[in-house]
């Protein structure tokens, strides 16, 4: 789902005008922080990338040698730890954990679980390096954490594969349909989804609403005041039925996770498949220069251009026994020489425009889409209430399932968000 983050191609392209730009050696007189003396930083990760995970352990230990702190990295798994969180921010918390920004971050920062860090902001100069994503990690004017890269949601394709089978990339609705009967008649599944995590169906619902009803009505439905039985959804489910009835989507998709839909993808029995870069990881080292992306087709042509823009983040809780040493830990992680590493093995669009050019063609790819883009919104179940998410992302999962259930789908989702915005 969605955070009310709008940002127009000018600020977009402030955003993004130096991702080619400086090199991380050319900052090397970024200043140093002075580095804790306390005995300890602990560290909450959920990397589920192992060469992005290697560095940042490289970056702790090249921290404690520096700073004599021992850093302990405890790295869960991604989805344990979207549960984990809920738990340990209360009570147990470390030091340092990674999350997302937006509306999830907002849902804690309301709730005084993440700490302010504007001060790191300030003393790092964070906002001049940001440009547009300091938006995402700020709260009635206050920064609660550092932006940590960014994915471009879209569709992604074999190169190869569509070269095999004379298959082109679908730009418009009409065209989306034609490529899903020349997959099918190859023996391909149109489009790869896994939805045993529920939330690859609530990104799909998403970018069709993005492409059908605009950016404003999208966030009028996820911030409560638009109604999931209001007729403006009615083409959405209508489009989304008639890609299901034609077999676009893997068959028995509830019972596959995301890995494996993208392992459909990487073995040459999918067309295309719908999510962030970070698909790459279900791709053997030797076929990644094969993986390419391209825009969701549109739907409704004389609409704007809309994007799922994705960002993550890392914060300070609250309740953290070692803030000074926490902020000198990120101030260092943050320096470019160690963070433009970090992001580049996950794909992740860089946030700081200080950061050389990224070496993954597919994340220049998504650079270079952002800058045409009339506004972005970042897809994640919500969390102003936990039911909220689970209704909406499991109604979401039955839909592509049971499309003949769609009134009663609806109703109960209409009836979830009536309660939690007590309408």
Not at 34 to 56: F, G, K, P, Y
Not at 121 to 141: C, I, P, Q, R, S
Not at 214 to 240: E, I, Q, R, S
Request: glycine fraction near 8%.
């Amino acid at each position: 789902m969605t955070f009310k983050w709008i940002e127009k191609p000018s600020t977009r392209r402030n955003f993004l005008k130096g991702a080619g730009g400086i090199s991380a050696g050319a900052l090397a007189g970024f200043p140093m922080p002075a580095l804790s003396q306390s005995s300890e930083v602990t560290i909450i990760s959920d990397e589920n990338n192992a060469d992005a995970l290697r560095i940042l352990r490289r970056i702790a230990a090249d921290f404690e040698k520096q700073s004599g702190t021992k850093v302990v990295i405890n790295n869960m798994d991604h989805e344990a730890h979207k549960t984990a969180i809920r738990n340990y921010l209360v009570a147990g918390a470390p030091d340092v954990c990674f999350w997302f920004s937006g509306n999830r971050m907002r849902a804690f920062v309301t709730r005084g679980l993440f700490d302010d860090i504007s001060d790191l902001f300030e003393k790092g100069k964070y906002k001049d390096v940001l440009g547009a994503t300091t938006g995402a990690v700020t709260v009635d004017g206050k920064q609660y954490g550092l932006p940590t890269g960014g994915t471009m949601w879209g569709m992604f394709y074999r190169k190869d594969v569509f070269a095999e089978h004379g298959l082109t990339v679908p730009a418009t609705w009409d065209e989306f349909l034609a490529y899903g009967q020349k997959s099918k008649a190859a023996g391909l599944i149109p489009v790869s989804i896994g939805t045993k995590e529920l939330w690859p169906a609530a990104g799909w619902f998403d970018q069709m609403n993005l492409r059908i009803n605009g950016l404003d009505k999208h966030f009028a439905l996820m911030n409560g005041k638009m109604a999931y039985t209001d007729p403006a959804l009615t083409p959405v489910f209508d489009h989304w039925e008639e890609l299901i009835k034609q077999g676009f989507f893997t068959p028995d998709q509830t019972s596959f996770g995301w890995q494996e839909a993208g392992a459909f993808l990487a073995q040459k029995k999918a067309g295309m498949m719908n999510l962030g870069a970070f698909v790459k990881a279900t791709f053997p080292e030797q076929d990644l220069e094969q993986l390419t992306f391209a825009p969701f087709p549109k739907i409704d042509g004389a609409l704007d251009r809309y994007e799922e823009f994705s960002v993550n983040s890392v914060h300070i809780p609250a309740n953290a026994k070692n803030k000074a040493g926490a902020r000198e830990f990120l101030a260092f992680f943050y320096q470019p020489e160690n963070f433009g590493p970090y992001l580049e093995p996950g794909g992740n669009v860089p946030p700081r425009n200080d950061l050389p050019a990224s070496k993954d063609p597919l994340v220049n790819a998504a650079v270079e889409s952002l800058k045409t883009v009339a506004g972005t919104s970042q897809y994640y179940d919500r969390d102003t209430d936990p039911d909220m998410a689970q209704a909406g992302l499991v109604g979401f999962q039955e839909f592509m399932a049971k499309p003949e259930r769609r009134d009663a789908i609806l109703q109960r989702l209409e009836g979830t968000r009536r309660r939690i915005f007590k309408i």
